[in-house]
């Protein structure tokens, strides 16, 4: 066996986003060990794409916000389905994680009178996204990155080694964690420019990967996004939570047909753009749903007249959450009133001068010009729904972030469930990311310093076979015997089968036969991939890279496919035409995906009948003074009968 590399760290965090990177420096600053590894290069991860902003109740923008209005604007968006416990601390904790980016050096806009400068977004009731122009993640990312290089020159000043308690381990990939008597005790991986096997012990492993985007063809996600950790953690024994809620955004690029997918931001909108179909009506007016008629603008004018007076005007259609407005697109397109590409028209040029729309929106700006052609102050974007951001995840411990069932094993940002029920509101995943991250940093070093001379031993064993299944792309037709027949399977026409088939059947609006041919898609697929065969070597290969996420994908679409078909209501980013409305009986009810085998190896398990069991469970009764927060006539909307009543 080829380990060429055993270290030992306190705390290993995979993954260096925006949730990773707060996580390893809480648990270095309370004086865990902490190894990150991140697939890409560090500093390239999801976050630093992010452009709109961090939503914190900061009440720069309007005195009256606070974190009881964010956490009811959170709840709303994700159709009460949110684990409330991490919702409220969240709203109360994003304003404090904010200002603390500020004193570690993060440059936001400011106001006029100096003050962190705040944005409208969808589904928040107040301008309340901390920002920088479009380029919040970068500088979100950049900050991280400085703290953590502060924190390595104070550990050089003690020990003479500059990575003696923070180490980042960059263009690493993780393949399995590690167990022993049932608690975490490491990682294995590769890097990815060698091939190389390590495996890093440690009693507390902080899973921080990010989404899933890379199961469906049209996304805004980039090539990392494969629901590794979401696999890792369902490997280790760890249920996922609510998994059928995968959020569309409503605005991506439609064409040219290679960027097809890449994300417009909804600052776009925030700071005035509008949506018109092909007959240059603005129709977001058409689409108000019920649950929010009281809060949306009924006309144009009243609309426009809310960006200067949002005390005496309600705010337009277009600020609707995003499942509304990516519905609400498609719907267009499917009447034949969208535009020449297969999306509608999205519109800042006749609502800001030039010189403002490129001040405040400059990525996009660039974006447009670079790949499209389009120049956004003299003309109109293309837009249309994109596979952007997976609300179902890791199920966690809310206060703690603790993997349920998996002592060691914890969870934070895109990759753990729970936080944002069926939906997202934008700008609520970069605040999610530091108040989790930060938490689950705290709570993995705590339970490493808990275990002092007791901590699991890895065991060889599993060593061999975490190796074993990471070459089995290279003895696909020699070595596999079953299932016997047919030559070894390229790996890229796997992928682009299955992206087709999740993005075709159980894409935006979802129906059951179509959702039951991509349960059988993805068995045969199953099949298929245990032939995924590659050539060449170990060195930076990556063929064979894709081969091993295909594992992740697979596992991950499943959970999506088996969740999707069990809930038979439509609710925020699952939106079922066979039963069109919320169900408030459905309020009540988490689904969990754990692995059919739970010992969490999969050769064994029958590739046609599955790999994931589903199960129901009741969801935890919100708090009493947090419902308080919220009209009667409003709770009738979400609520189950029997919770009403008690
Ligand atoms: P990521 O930032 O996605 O990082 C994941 C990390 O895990 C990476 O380092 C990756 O290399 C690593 N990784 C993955 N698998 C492995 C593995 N097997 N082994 C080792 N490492 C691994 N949200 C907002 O709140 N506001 C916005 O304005 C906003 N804009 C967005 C714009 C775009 C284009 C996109 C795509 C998303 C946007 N989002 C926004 C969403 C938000 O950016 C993401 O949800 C968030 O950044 C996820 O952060 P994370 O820390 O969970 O993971």
């Known amino acids: ?35 990150v590894i991140c697939k890409s290069l560090f500093g390239k991860a999801h976050t630093v794409m992010a452009e709109g902003g961090i939503a914190a109740a900061m009440a720069n923008a309007n005195e009256n916000d ?27 904790e994003a304003p404090q994680r904010v200002w603390e980016l500020e004193t570690w050096g993060a440059l936001f806009d400011r106001t006029k009178d100096g003050r962190i400068s705040q944005r409208n977004f969808g589904g928040h009731e107040y301008p309340r996204l901390a920002h920088v122009g479009d380029r919040t ?35 690493c990939t993780v393949t399995r964690v590690l167990k022993e ?38 996304t805004s996600n980039s090539w990392e996004y494969t629901g590794d950790g979401h696999a890792l953690a369902l490997l280790a024994g760890a249920p996922l939570l609510n998994m059928e809620f995968v959020q569309f ?24 753009g509008v949506l018109r179909n092909s007959d240059g009506k603005r129709f977001m007016f058409d689409y108000i749903p019920d649950v929010f008629k009281d809060k949306y603008a009924e006309t144009e004018d009243e609309a426009d007249r809310w960006y200067e007076d949002p005390d005496h005007n309600r705010r337009p259609p277009e600020l609707l959450p995003r499942d509304e407005v990516a519905r ?13 590409h297969g999306g509608v028209f999205l519109d800042v040029s006749t609502r800001m001068p030039a010189e403002v729309i490129k001040r405040r929106l400059p990525s996009m700006y660039h974006q ?37 069932g998996v002592p060691g094993l914890y969870a934070a940002g895109e990759v753990a469930g729970g936080m944002h029920g069926s939906n997202r509101l934008g700008g609520n995943s970069l605040s999610d990311l530091l108040v989790f991250g930060r938490r689950a940093g705290w709570h993995a070093a705590e339970y490493a310093a808990g275990l002092a ?45 299955l992206q087709q088939a999740m993005n075709d059947l159980v894409g935006i609006i979802r129906r059951e036969p179509e959702m039951k041919q991509a349960l059988e898609k993805l068995a045969e697929l199953r099949v298929r991939a245990r032939r995924a065969g590659v050539e060449g070597h170990r060195q930076f290969n990556p063929g064979w890279h894709l081969a091993l996420d295909l594992r992740n994908m697979l596992l991950v679409s499943e959970c999506v496919a088996r969740a999707a078909l069990e809930r038979t209501e439509s609710r925020g980013g699952h939106t079922r035409e066979d039963h069109p409305g919320m169900d408030r009986k459905w309020r009540r009810i988490n689904l969990l995906c754990a692995l059919t085998d739970p010992t969490g190896g999969l050769a064994a398990t029958d590739p046609v009948r599955g790999q994931i069991a589903l199960t129901r469970e009741t969801t935890e009764p919100v708090r009493a003074d947090l419902l308080a927060l919220f009209d009667k006539e409003e709770l009738v909307k979400y609520l189950a009968e029997e919770e009403l009543y008690e």
Not at 19 to 28: F, P, S, Y
Not at 148 to 159: G, M, N, P, R
Not at 257 to 272: A, F, H, W
Request: with cysteine; glycine share 12%.
């Open 1 to 35: 066996m080829s380990v060429v590399d055993r270290q030992e760290w306190d705390v290993v965090v995979v993954g260096a986003g925006g949730a990773g990177l707060r996580a390893a420096i809480e648990a270095r600053e309370r004086g865990a060990r902490t190894a």
């Open 66 to 92: 606070n974190w009881r209005v964010h956490f009811r604007d959170t709840m709303r968006g994700g159709k009460f389905l949110n684990q409330w416990r991490m919702a409220e601390l969240h709203a109360q």
């Open 137 to 171: 993640g970068l500088e979100l990312i950049r900050t991280l990155q400085q703290k953590i290089v502060a924190l390595q020159q104070e550990d050089f000043k003690e020990t003479g080694d500059y990575e003696s308690r923070l180490k980042v381990f960059q263009e």
């Open 181 to 218: 008597d049932g608690r975490v005790s490491g990682v294995f991986g590769y890097e990815r420019e060698s091939g190389r096997f390590f495996v890093l012990e440690a009693p507390a492993v902080v899973i921080a990967t990010g989404g899933i985007g890379k199961s469906f063809k049209v």
């Open 249 to 272: 955004h409503p605005t991506g690029m439609v064409w040219p047909p290679s960027v097809k997918g890449i994300l417009v931001t909804e600052s776009v909108r925030g700071d005035g």
């Open 328 to 340: 609400a697109i498609n719907s267009e397109v499917k009447e034949g009133r969208g535009s020449p």
């Open 368 to 404: 447009f010009k670079e790949l499209a052609d389009v120049d956004i102050t003299a003309e109109a974007m293309e837009v249309g729904p994109t596979c952007h951001y997976v609300m179902g995840g890791v199920a966690v411990e809310s206060d703690t972030a603790a993997a349920r």
């Open 453 to 497: 001379g007791a901590r699991p031993v890895v065991d060889d064993g599993q060593i061999d076979s975490a190796a074993a299944e990471a070459l089995r792309p290279f003895s696909a037709e020699s070595e596999i015997e079953e299932p016997k027949g047919g030559p070894p399977e390229n790996p890229y026409t796997l992928h682009q089968e």
